[in-house]
């Protein structure tokens, strides 16, 4: 009787060993026939269904704010000579910016710069140094748009020939309202299509199962100055400046059900 329990026990044994052999040749089975994907078991779980549209929505706005770019450059035998001179000369331009009313926190150190100067010198075949050339930047807001190109003329002025006019920026400093806005109106130019597809389709709408804003853009208005210098006085008329108009963008995407 002990005997043949033990033989009841060994043949469950053994059966369960073979059961597990062939599971583990059917998963082998099924990774050597996903192409490109040896292992692994790919599981299809078919098309997404539902209809899928995009919205757009633009707000045109004037700007509030102008950002400068502006700094002074000087070049020397020495280091010593060329900063004393580079720092003296933004001295006298930041001086400028606030004597025109802009406040401390809207002046930043953007960029600061030492650098080599070179020669090539033929009799050596060699480039020699021959001076050092000291480079500082600062951004600087304006929040009355109006007063930049006046700005502009009063730093000129203030800074001599080691004035740099890099550029201006045109932005909005709160866009919150604005990008609620173009939200809005892609939401509903995404439910305009949805509807007439719907309409022309001949089927219903369901309920929305999926929204995203999937970009959106804002874009600053840039204008490139010449870098220059001046040694005169500030001209009899001031810089034009114009700061046009600028776009806020927003892209949506929205997901219907289909009844």
């Not at 770019?69 to 001179?85: H, P, R, W």
């Not at 720092?87 to 009313?101: C, E, F, R, Y």
């Not at 030492?114 to 001076?131: E, F, H, L």
């Amino acid at each position: 009787m002990k005997g043949k329990i033990r033989g009841e026990k060994m043949k469950k044994i053994w059966l369960a060993i073979a059961a597990v052999v062939a599971l583990l040749g059917i998963l082998a089975l099924a990774g050597c026939g996903v192409e490109g994907n040896p292992g692994n078991v790919s599981v299809n779980l078919g098309q997404q269904t539902g209809m899928w549209v995009s919205g757009e929505g633009k707000v045109t706005v004037t700007p509030d704010l102008a950002i400068l770019s502006l700094g002074v450059q000087s070049q020397e035998i020495t280091v010593a000579d060329a900063q004393a001179k580079a720092s003296d000369a933004m001295d006298k331009l930041v001086k400028a910016l606030k004597d025109q009313g802009v406040a401390d926190k809207d002046i930043q150190t953007q960029y600061f710069n030492i650098t080599q100067v070179y020669r090539w010198d033929n009799d050596k075949q060699t480039q020699v140094v021959i001076g050092y050339q000291v480079t500082n930047t600062v951004t600087v807001k304006v929040r009355q748009v109006e007063n930049a190109g006046k700005i502009i003329d009063a730093v000129v002025a203030a800074g001599g020939d080691l004035t740099r006019v890099n550029g201006i920026t045109f932005t909005v400093e709160n866009p919150t309202n604005y990008h609620n806005d173009a939200r809005a109106k892609a939401i509903a130019d995404a439910k305009a299509k949805a509807e007439q597809m719907a309409k022309e389709s001949g089927i219903k709408l369901g309920k929305i199962t999926y929204i995203t804003e999937s970009s959106y853009n804002f874009q600053p208005i840039y204008r490139a100055y010449d870098s220059y210098a001046s040694g005169a006085p500030a001209p009899a008329t001031t810089t034009p400046v114009s700061a046009g108009e600028l776009d806020i963008t927003t892209t949506v995407q929205i997901s219907y059900q289909l009844d």
